[in-house]
């Protein structure tokens, strides 16, 4: 399964707020993580099962969607949010990622 | 608390084979979970490589099967990735992750730092 990501960039001002895409190649039920990944780091786990934030995540992550497609919505963007974010599907083998947006400050 | 850390040479020679250690601390994998591994070449995405259980079922991606092995041994709580015939595109930085619930097919919620291992002779 394809999972395109878009946009590939997006400029936001602190505080603002970003909608990130996430379209699957075919339909991934509910079954669609996100994740952070800072400059030299990890990337660390958003948000499992498309809208399940996971433990010690803010609520300004908020995840939606199902089926194909599926948004990622971060709200007051905090300095330290400003990161690449992937999705990765778990419906079917092997297991697979988007290309990532980069959220970069405006 | 679980912490993961990846081990092994950061240089290896094209057609020769990558091995890489992820050493588990705070957990054991006897446990329960899948445990995995992931790389990232130079400013690129994520690609998933593979999934152990420590039973030693094995989940590989198709298109890197032929070419890996991952293995368990609980005995050190750790689990090993080989990668053959290397080439210069398996340049990347190498995670060893856990699986969230332990499903096999499942996100990733504890990560190792990573280990950049390059290809060139």
Redesign the interface.
Known sequence: IVLTQSPATLSVSPGGSATLSCRASQSVTF?L?W?QQRPG?????LI?DASNR?TGIPARFSGSGSGTDFTLTISSLEPEDFAVY?C?Q???????????TRVEIK | QVQLQESGPGLVNPSETLSLNCSVSGYFIRSAYYWGWIRQPPGGGLEWIGNIFHSGTTYYNPSLKSRVTISVDTSKNQFSLKLSSVTAADTAVYYCARDFRGFGNDAFSVWGPGTIVIVSS
């Open positions: 079954y993580a994740y780091q990890a990337p660390r786990l499992y996971a992937y990765q778990r419906s079917s083998w092997p297991l697979t990622f988007g290309g990532g």
